[in-house]
């Protein structure tokens, strides 16, 4: 059974910092790993995915990496500003039976 | 471009009745369609997922069901809801390489 984990749960910074969120999975046989945004009672934002023969996918101020064999991925959020506050989720996508399996997500808090 | 709807964004409903919520997804077709359960504080739990019209997979035994009529038509139901259902309930659909989500359903049972 695939199991996702996500370090740190909460991550509070000032503006401007640099930030590494982390993701890592148990099963290494996936499709993909997509990385999400949700703010406070909304739905779900895709912002990066990352198909499982890619290294890492870069949307502006964002960048994911994926290391399959070791199962891990991380988000690289660079100069972070206050809008940037939200729960980040890790998903991936793989399996026979075609799940997205979601790891717990790290609030992210960017002070001014 | 592909878009998902799911309605109602909020329902407040009494212990025992019943419950239906209907996503629709535009745009594509044979989507693998899913619907998320996310309980205060907690991570987001799949609830049922289907790969085709009629094909339903359940991961968590529970009081819900669904139901795939059409093809871009996924329906949570209850016949009787309990307090533990309340949550964020979140559709999604994916190509088998990328999943999109609806703006989810706050369901308050009281």
């Known amino acids: 059974k695939q199991e996702v984990t996500q370090i740190p749960a909460a991550l509070s910074v000032p503006e401007g910092e640099n930030l590494v969120l982390n993701c890592s999975f148990t099963?290494?046989?996936?499709?993909?790993l997509q990385w999400f945004r949700q703010d406070p009672g909304k739905g779900l934002t895709s912002l990066l995915l990352i198909q499982s023969s890619q290294r890492e996918q870069t949307s502006g101020r964002l960048n994911a990496s994926l290391d399959k064999s070791s199962g891990r991925s991380t988000l690289y959020i660079a100069a972070s500003q206050p809008g940037d506050s939200a729960t980040y989720l890790c998903a991936v996508f793989g399996g026979s039976n075609y799940k997205l399996t979601f790891g717990k997500g790290t609030l992210l808090t960017v002070n001014p | 471009s592909q878009t998902i709807h799911q309605w109602p964004a909020t329902l407040v409903q009494p212990v025992g009745s019943p419950l239906s919520l209907e996503c629709t997804v535009e745009g594509t077709s044979n989507p693998n369609l899913y619907w998320y359960r996310q309980a205060a504080g907690r991570g987001l739990q799949l609830l049922f997922y289907?790969?085709?019209?009629?094909?339903i997979s359940s991961e968590v035994p529970q009081n819900l069901s669904a139901s795939r009529p059409q093809d871009r038509q996924f329906i949570l139901s209850s016949k009787k809801l309990l307090l533990s259902d309340s949550g964020f309930y979140l559709c999604?659909?994916?190509?088998?390489?990328?999943?999109?989500f609806g703006q989810g359903t706050r369901l308050t049972v009281v």
């Open positions: 999604a659909w994916s190509d088998y390489t990328e999943a999109f």
């Open positions: 289907s790969v085709g019209i009629g094909q």
């Open positions: 099963d290494s046989a996936i499709y993909n």
